[in-house]
């Protein structure tokens, strides 16, 4: 399958360094157009502009969390399909639930491979793929 | 409470006369009598220093210095060790790898021996800024004997802040054997883990953990996603 490596994807995470890794990273995978937030809480007004094709934030953050930034983007009707991939150290299966309730397209714990996040980029296209195609057909 | 420690002046009246008129054993006699006044009233005020002790650490809250002694303490050392280690291992792995492309490196250099001179030079030149950069990443690396020595000091400090807690929770008479444990409700649980736990680094923590992205995987994967 194809994906567009040209999407805008928006990196959230509070640690700079984290944030580097990830963009390095999808570099790597061919993606070059990145912005970064800091916070849940900055990241908002960005992602509502209604710019980014794709999301992959940090859980714990001290404004705004992860999770909450999910819910917030799963509740406007104009970007509840944004695909949202949460790479995170919150490993309670509890908490893994409870991220797959708010609507999570991906999960990754933190210390993280290449290999992993290329994997749920992937995976997580693919279902958009699919679910496009269902839309199409249907 | 103040106590009385007036040293009775008859008394020492008493033992002066007895020391003039050399009567040494009536003198012993009423020395030791002083000295034990002094004794007890010395025994007193450190019973008494207890009871206080034992009455402040009845009076705190939840018995919150208890538990910290006993649960926090504990915690904190174990989350330094994972940072020690994880830092330790980190460095490690960054080495190996610099290592490793130093290796790349003194192969490429060997290869570029049979090129023409003027080729030869540039990737002798290229080659050589990648060692450099190589060096500086290795030298980064010694951050690590720096923050761990720190590290190891803070917790040596922390375990003899520990001791010190312990012994004092032993002289107050309470048992630190039966401090109970933390008990966080439900609520309370669910409100933390929402807002972000962090690293499940220590054992008490790690129960109802995914131990790697396998273990997510299949949890997510039994959802359909």
Redesign the interface.
Known sequence: MQINRDMNILVVDDFSTMRRIVKNLLKELGFHKFDEADDGATAWPMVQSGKYDFIVSDWNMPEMTGIDLLRHVRADENLKETPFLLITAEAKRSQILEAAQAGVDGYIVKPFTAATLNGKIHKIFERVAEKQAEKQNG | MAFSTQIDTEAVKALLRALEENEQDKAVALLDELTSIRESELYQQVSLLTQNLHKTLDQLDDNSLLLQAKHDIPDVTERLNYVISTTEDASSKTLESAEKVLNITDSLEQMTQGLPENERAEYSQLLSEVNTELTEIMLTQSFQDLTGQVLNRVVLIISSLEQSLIHLIDQSCHDYDSIPERVENRDEQ?AS????????VTQKSKS??????DD?DD??GE?G?
């Open positions: 669910q883990e929402m807002k972000g736990i962090g690293p499940n109802d953990t995914a131990q790697s992205q997510v949890l997510l959802l996603l």
